[in-house]
């Protein structure tokens, strides 16, 4: 479902199914559409009940649009839920096997052709979101021509990984000089704590806003670092 609910995000749909049923907007239905994938949805006209549906798939499955989820749900798409779960089961791949019985009864349901059609409707916009990152990666991979050596060096750094490496020379614009001091690029991107102090008493030590983007990207890195014990960061501030 994660997928799903990523999607409903970058399309701006509502988190709240029950909005539709008192405003009418028609976007939140597609929301209570996609909880098909975790065990809920309704055709229009009926209230979306808890476990209507009761295909379980994503409580087994830790990804549904992964090889093994996608064969299970375009066999129920194309059988309008119609197929035998011990079938659907049988279609999954590698680790997956090992998990059929419990997938074969996950996959025991009442999945309706409404059902299908709006699975259908989301696998669809999830692939055309897929390829459109493609595109985007190759442009970005383009782009980054001139900034290789400095996208490998940002690479070296514990916790960085390429798409971190790549935000940061996005939002540095990979030029350095602009920073005379290391201290006046962290205050820049909103790392450096915040100094308030009056009369030997600190009042506050929040850090400026900075740059969303690469204080967001940095922070990623940290808490990728925080749980590492074999790094040279670790063992300094254990």
Same mark, same amino acid.
């Given at each position: ?23 009418? #907007? ?38 549904i649009t992964g ?68 595109? @985007? ?5 383009? @782009? ?9 060096? @940002? ?6 990984? #390429? ?20 201290g006046q690029l ?53």
């Amino acid at each position: 479902t994660s997928s799903l609910r990523v999607l409903n995000d970058a399309l701006g749909f509502s988190s709240n199914t029950s909005n539709w049923w008192d405003s009418g #907007q028609p976007a939140t239905f597609i929301n209570a559409a996609s909880s098909t994938f975790s065990g809920w949805g309704s055709p229009v006209g009926t209230p979306p009940p808890f476990n209507r549906v009761e295909i379980k798939l994503s409580s087994v499955a830790s990804e549904i649009t992964g090889v093994s989820g996608r064969l299970m749900l375009q066999a129920l798409i194309d059988s309008n839920g119609t197929a035998d779960p011990a079938v659907m089961a049988d279609l999954a791949k590698r680790r997956m096997r090992s998990k059929i019985p419990v997938l074969t009864e996950a996959l025991n349901g009442r999945f309706t052709a409404h059902h299908a059609f709006m699975t259908q409707l989301f696998l669809n916009r999830i692939d055309v979101h897929t390829k459109d990152i493609e595109t @985007l990666s190759e442009r970005i991979e383009e @782009l980054m021509k001139p900034f290789l050596p400095a996208r490998d060096l @940002l690479e070296s750094i514990p916790g960085f990984s #390429q798409i971190i490496a790549e935000v940061f020379i996005a939002e540095t614009g990979g030029d350095m000089t602009q920073f005379p001091t290391t201290g006046q690029l962290a205050s820049w991107a909103g790392v450096s704590p915040g100094s308030n102090e009056s009369a030997g008493r600190v009042k506050s030590t929040k850090a400026r806003p900075g740059n969303r983007y690469l204080k967001g990207a940095l922070g990623a890195s940290a808490l990728s670092q925080a749980r590492s014990t074999k790094t040279f960061f670790s063992a300094k501030y254990r």
